[in-house]
């Protein structure tokens, strides 16, 4: 099997005393996308938010393309903080869409694809407006170049969001609970555009998600969290019709009963 | 005491000139004070402890501070440390060191108004710390507190004729003297007054206006 792109090494998270995570490993193939579910408070967000670096890591390791992300080897080869720098450099491979977009009201929907592009990539400003109209096309939002985010709908918002990640060319793209800030009726535009780049594309993807029929379609792998700690972890069809552990199986009962 | 125009005609000329000394004191000042206030506003800001305690005791202590004593001890009691600085040079440090403590709160407030998504976003983003602030925090931080920031400006006009006292002849100073040479008060001292108003009022109504274009864009 090729190398992982990212790896945790019993990744461990404490948010004063209470621990959220528990000692996970983890690992996600070039191009594979997966599925994270579990019950609310069982730590999904905070997996993703640390491979993001949004939140410090407590204990353990996590790699993206054999690099570590929190760390960096000092002379004697042993692992300290990583720099600010190596941690930007390692970061650039990660990209990120949010439950509430987070878009930049201050800019105009191609603004704010470019600006990244642009500032931090320091790619030609050209370049990336063609880059950035081309991801406008993608999601469907090209008419729309010039609005500002207020002037937009939720879903178009998200849709916004998703081209301003893919923009980055990063390897891998989380979603952490996408459609769920969105009103229902908009939440089949969002997943529609989510499901053509995970179809086309050759990023790894690592979705958040409570859309089961939604993660069946897209992912490759789904992982069941819960109490910290990834309980299962196998294929689509394993996870949701198969499920082994006591946990899984009344979660996914509860789940079909809230339906 | 009767009011004699073709005094106050007379006096005019000489007071209206001296409000540049006062239209100049006031944009140093200020400008003096945006630079500094954002400066506090940072360093109070810093997850460095000490710097954070350091700067948010000196901003407190500026700020609960008379402007006057302030002044005084700039222009009479800094001398005698070895800084002997010129009326206007000195009045305007004042004034800019002492507005930029409150400017600090205004930049503060504009700041926290800024979710924690945008910070988490520019992260994301992979943006520096610097384009952060410069790209993303700063352009949506600022516009809504320009309105306050317009008041503090006018407030800080206002308060120049302060500046008389370390001896800067600005317009009161110049009202004064001549006052006092002509024994006649009442003309110049009403110009003084009624250019402040001229001047300080339409830049109000233009505040005004411009905060209302801002709350339609916001
Ligand atoms: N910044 C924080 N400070 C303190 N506790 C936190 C913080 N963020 C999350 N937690 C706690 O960590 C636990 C895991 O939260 P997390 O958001 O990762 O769960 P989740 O699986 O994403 O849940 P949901 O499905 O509701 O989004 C929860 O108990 C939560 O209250
Ligand atoms: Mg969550």
């Known amino acids: 099997m090729a190398e992982p792109i990212v790896k945790y090494n019993k990744v461990t998270k404490y948010f004063d005393d209470l621990q959220v995570l528990d000692e996970i490993d983890f690992e996600i193939q070039p191009g594979e996308k997966v599925a994270l579910i579990g019950p609310s408070g069982s730590g999904k967000t905070t997996f993703a938010r640390l491979l993001m670096m949004l939140e410090e890591i407590t204990d353990g390791t996590i790699e993206v393309e054999g690099e570590y992300l929190w760390h960096e080897k000092d002379d004697k080869g042993n692992l300290k903080p990583a720099s600010s720098e190596h941690q930007r450099k390692v970061r650039s491979n990660i990209g990120m869409v949010f439950q509430h977009f987070h878009l930049f009201p201050h800019m105009t929907v191609l603004q704010n694809i470019i600006e990244a592009p642009v500032t931090v990539q320091g790619r030609d400003k050209k370049e990336a407006t063609k880059a950035g109209k081309d991801m406008l096309d993608k999601v469907g939002l090209l008419d729309k170049a010039d609005a500002y985010p207020a002037q937009l709908s939720g879903g178009q918002k998200q849709r916004v969001a998703i081209a301003r990640a893919l923009v980055m060319q990063p390897k891998v793209l989380i979603f952490d609970e996408p459609t769920s800030a969105l009103d229902p009726e908009l939440v089949g535009e969002v997943l529609e555009v989510i499901k053509s780049i995970a179809d086309e594309g050759e990023a790894s993807m690592l979705l958040i998600t409570h859309e089961m029929d939604f993660a069946k379609e897209v992912a490759d792998r789904i992982a069941f969290f819960d109490g910290g700690k990834i309980v299962e972890d196998g294929p689509p069809s394993d996870i949701l019709y198969n499920p082994q552990s006591e946990r899984l199986k009344d979660f996914l009962e509860r789940f079909m009963n809230t339906q | ?218």
């Open chain 2, 1 to 218: 005491m009767v009011w004699d125009w073709s005094y106050a005609f007379d006096i005019l000329p000489e007071i209206a000139s001296a409000l540049s000394v006062t239209i100049s004191a006031t944009v140093v000042g200020f400008i003096l004070a945006l630079v500094l206030g954002l400066i506090w506003t940072l360093l109070i800001r810093s997850t460095n402890k000490i710097v954070h305690h350091v700067a948010n005791g000196i901003v407190r202590f500026i700020r609960n501070t008379p402007l006057l004593v302030q002044l005084y001890f700039i222009f009479y009691v800094f001398p005698s440390i070895g800084i002997a600085l010129d009326p206007f040079t000195a009045g305007v440090i004042g004034l800019g060191v002492h507005y930029s403590t409150y400017l600090s709160e205004v930049f503060r407030s504009g700041i926290e108004s800024v979710g924690p998504g945008q910070w988490e976003v520019a992260t994301a983003l992979n943006f520096t710390k610097r384009k952060t602030w410069t790209r993303i925090i700063l352009p949506q931080a600022i516009p809504p507190v320009i309105p306050v920031i317009g008041n503090y400006f006018i407030t800080m006009f206002k308060e120049t004729p302060l500046l008389s006292a370390i001896t800067l002849v600005e317009i009161l100073q110049t009202a004064q003297n001549i006052g006092a040479s002509t024994f006649r008060y009442t003309e110049p001292l009403t110009i003084v007054g009624v250019l402040f108003l001229v001047l300080s009022y339409p830049a109000s109504l233009l505040i005004r206006r411009l905060e209302l274009k801002i709350a339609e864009r916001y």
